[in-house]
């Protein structure tokens, strides 16, 4: 057990003991190796399912939004005397912890609805990486020792780096200690140096137009609408999202490739300035989806337009959420 | 709608989406004043910049348009007040995120023209039928309903 992992379940134990939350949110091991699923924890009989490892990769930010919407409606039919708080203890990195600030910015719930247990992240290990490792083979078993990734495949053992299985929104984050916290599960630690943290937006950019709509339109293609990344996202908390909605139908429900396109293009244009870059969504698609060049692109223009990063500031305002008068508007066509 | 418009009769079909008070009034007043200007666009009516989805610009796209022109009051003129300035916000994400993933940029355009500007307005749909003219027949994004 590492000194992090420890320190989550001291404090988990203690704030469920003291009755201080109703449920603890983190990681626990997956059925699968080197993978881990959320979990939440009730009781302090249970907190030593809890982990911290390279593994845990998901942004739980999204149950913490789904538990407590969940209670708020729950509540909506009980008598006043009878109603009851909920309060709900988060283990998070620097990625989860500016969903958290979104949220609140957002006001979607309240600052002391949430308890958070902060972690300093050096990054996670990403499926594709990994997978390109093995040669796209099956990781029967695997473990992690130190700075190695210890994998089995059916043609045998072998042993990867730690950071060359890292996922990139990982290596270039610059928020690697939580943005707020109640408590933290370790030092605080440094960010990773990256020169260029949108190189990946620059050399796309690069391209010429009709190379840039191949590689989309190939992208979108692959994505068969189950809709995971968007589940996933902690910023896409929405009662019914549009893609939901028949009247008016926005995207139609066949399989229709420029229905996928206006799907993407759409929900990614829902993420201006409220995307955190926390991979959660590139994890989660099955079909492997390069949806992160996309994203990094309003990131970009988040931060160069309107000096923005998503999640970063509570007290600093989302670019959509607000205005100036000499707002940039070279865009704006005049004619001759 | 796109299929069969390769031809040499081909026209530009652009799309409109313009704010009651200030660039509808501008298009009555360019009627008014008995001005030329080219009969490409549709002119769709609302309330105020503020109120167009950006989602309006990409269905009107994938409905095979050519070309979108969103226009409202100037910065400051607003009816309500600020409803333009937090569109320009809007806009400019959208038009840099359609030409980031290969849109051409004259294919959205967006401008202010008020109620006033009958003269500019003519010369906004003079000159953004030419442009999206110069880039020929919309193809990205279009839903071709035969291959379902
Ligand atoms: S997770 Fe992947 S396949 Fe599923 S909707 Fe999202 S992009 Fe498409
Ligand atoms: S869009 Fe993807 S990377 Fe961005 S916040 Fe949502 S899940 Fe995370
Ligand atoms: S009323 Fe014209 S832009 Fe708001």
Redesign the pocket.
Known sequence: MNPIEEKIREEAKRLLDEKKVDVVIGYETGTLPLQTAPCFITSSDEIDRLVWNPCCKQ?LAIYVHSALSQHRESQKRVKPEDKTDKVVAVVARG?TSR?LVIHLQEKQYNREDVVIIGIPCQGYIDKNKLEAGVDGLEVIAGSIDGDAVKVETSKGKTELSLIEVTAD?CLECRFCNPVIHDFMAGEAIPAYESDDEFAVVDDFAALPEAERWAYFSAEMNKCMRCYA?RN?????YCKVCFVDQSQPEWVGAGVNPSDNQVFQIMR?FH?AG?????????EVCAEGVD??KF?KKLDKDDLDLYGHR?GAELDKEAPLSTFRENDEEAFIFEPE | MTTETKTEKWEPRIVALVCNWCTYAGADLAGISRLQYPPNVSLIRLPCSGRINPFYVVKALQHGVDGVLVSGCHPGECHYISGNLAARRKFAFLQNFLNYIGIEKDRAIFTWVSASEGEKFARVITEVTEKVRALGPATKLIKELDCV
Do not use: W, Y
């Not at chain 1, 996933?232 to 896409?236: A, G, Q, V």
């Open positions: 942004n990625c969903s929104n990344c996933i996202c902690p910023s896409c990614m993420m409220r995307c955190v870059d926390c991979g959660s969504c590139v949806l992160r994203l998503a």
